[in-house]
């Protein structure tokens, strides 16, 4: 056995144990004789392929066949929460700073490097209503790309950016958007692009000197996230309870996969609760970093959590050879 075989074994590991014994030998002798003789290691298409055809084999094993709708379901609403959020955040960053006379910096008109993201999730919704499938990705995939490049792109330059708590739910979002559907109808594909024109329109009609100060820190702009929280896993579960009643699981799914994003949408008094801090007040940055790897740990690992006890349950529940009602 050569090094390129044994690693493709390792990622055979992505299957279920009896799929693999049933065709693991096949499937690592396809992937053998199309590589090239000299090869030691998988190229990342294959082993993109066999992480996917595993993860596909273990739900169909599972019996949760609602589990990728369930996924769409939970893209169409972080897309519609990403969205919506950066069209608020576009008002605040087009608010004159105040308070640059007193040596706050600025990125020229404009508050902070933010608005280069919260421009991009704006073409991105404009994107996926007229453009729908792989551009729509691609589109969505950039703007992801973008708000997770504000950190770097701040420390280098030495410009301000919005803070963590207002990047990393973007991010969580962003990453479950790009699992969005290709099918929808051009009505609902244009929900995203109105809600983000409807979502910063408000914030501009209801903008005053004491709501949406130049500031993301200000006690008038922290609540916005923590009430998009509220709102996401209200429709969440609402969508779930909907769907649950006519034995549809696929929100039930949806509801899981949201938790992560919501979560950290409410990271800032999460981890205020955590450092014992006033609601109004920013908590210390380790209380924030402790909270987000806390979110981070434990809304992921509730799926392949809960994929393993559908499997089991279906197992147990499966009628077995020589067992089936006469």
Avoid at 161 to 167: E, I, Q, S
Avoid at 181 to 195: E, H, Q, T
Avoid at 303 to 316: G, N, Q
């Amino acid at each position: 056995m050569n090094d390129l075989e044994r690693r493709y074994l390792r990622l055979l590991h992505a299957y279920p144990a009896d799929y693999r014994r049933a065709r693991g030998a096949e499937i690592v002798g396809t992937y053998l004789d199309l590589a090239d003789p000299h090869r030691r290691w998988p190229t990342p298409a294959d082993a993109a392929d066999l992480v996917r055809g595993g993860l596909r084999q273990r739900v169909r094993a599972s019996g949760a066949t609602d589990l990728v709708p369930g996924v769409r379901l939970a893209a169409a609403l972080a897309l519609l929460a990403a969205t919506s959020l950066a069209g608020v955040w576009v008002v605040l960053e087009l608010r004159p700073a105040p308070i640059a006379g007193f040596g706050e910096p600025t990125v020229g008109p404009f508050v902070s490097l933010g608005i280069v993201a919260w421009t991009a999730w704006g073409l991105a919704a404009l994107v996926h209503a007229l453009a729908p499938g792989r551009w729509a990705r691609r589109a969505g995939a950039l703007a992801l790309l973008l708000t997770a490049a504000l950190v770097p792109a701040a420390a280098l330059t030495g410009l301000p950016r919005p803070p963590l708590f207002v990047l990393l739910p973007q991010i969580g979002l962003g990453l479950v958007a790009l699992g969005a559907a290709d099918g929808l109808p051009a009505s609902l594909r244009a929900v995203p692009l109105i809600a983000a024109g409807g979502a910063g329109l408000l914030g501009a009609t209801l903008w005053s000197p004491n709501v949406f100060a130049s500031s993301y820190y200000t006690w008038t702009v922290v609540p916005v996230l923590p009430s998009a929280a509220v709102v996401v896993l209200g429709v969440a579960v609402l969508l779930g309870m909907g769907l649950a009643l006519r034995g549809d699981l696929r929100g039930g799914w949806a509801f899981l996969i949201m938790l992560t994003p919501v979560g950290l949408l409410a990271l800032q008094p999460l981890a205020g609760a955590l450092d014992t801090m006033p609601a109004e007040v920013v908590p210390r940055w380790t209380a924030l970093a402790a909270t987000t790897v806390l979110v981070a740990l434990v809304g992921p690992a509730l799926l392949p959590l809960t994929l393993a006890v559908r499997s089991r349950w279906t197992r147990v529940t499966r009628p077995q050879p020589g067992h089936l009602p006469r």
